[in-house]
């Protein structure tokens, strides 16, 4: 994916979490570990089950929408605690909060960069 499309990728990805109020919005960039699977992770809490499954439809309609890139893969529609969205150089994570505290996603990656997205 060329560089200008991946930027386009990411501000669709903050543009589908922020339109449905995601909360604690963290984009992680991992380029520079050697063992990441991605270029980047995107991970955001929601208050129930209804809004991590509102803003993950959110993502993949403003990517659509917007780049026209299309999921590679998706998890986690069954019971919405927790969706991952694989756009393969990003992958969203989307958490019903108290499961991103269980998880603790950002401590296993404490390497990336990362930003928070308002």
Same mark, same amino acid.
């Given at each position: 994916?060329? $560089?200008?499309?991946?930027? $386009?990728?990411?501000? /669709?990805?903050?543009?589908? @979490? @922020?339109? #449905?109020?995601?909360?604690?919005? @963290?984009?992680?960039? @991992?380029?520079?570990?050697? /063992?990441?699977?991605?270029?980047?992770?995107?991970?955001?809490? /929601?208050?129930? +089950?209804? =809004?991590?499954?509102?803003?993950?439809?959110?993502?993949?309609?403003?990517? =659509?929408?917007?780049?026209?890139?299309?999921?590679?893969? #998706?998890?986690?529609?069954?019971?919405?605690?927790?969706?991952?969205?694989?756009?393969?150089?990003?992958?969203?994570?989307? &958490?019903?909060?108290?499961?991103?505290? &269980?998880? =603790?996603?950002?401590?296993?990656?404490?390497? /990336?960069?990362?930003? +928070?997205?308002?």
């Amino acid at each position: 994916m060329q $560089e200008n499309n991946y930027q $386009e990728l990411l501000e /669709a990805i903050y543009e589908g @979490l @922020l339109s #449905k109020k995601g909360n604690n919005i @963290l984009s992680m960039d @991992l380029t520079g570990i050697e /063992a990441a699977v991605c270029k980047n992770f995107v991970i955001c809490s /929601a208050d129930s +089950t209804t =809004q991590v499954n509102a803003l993950a439809r959110s993502v993949v309609e403003e990517v =659509q929408e917007r780049t026209g890139e299309r999921i590679w893969r #998706k998890e986690g529609f069954e019971n919405s605690t927790w969706i991952i969205l694989d756009y393969a150089d990003v992958v969203v994570h989307i &958490f019903q909060t108290e499961t991103r505290e &269980f998880y =603790q996603l950002e401590s296993l990656w404490a390497d /990336a960069k990362t930003k +928070t997205i308002e």
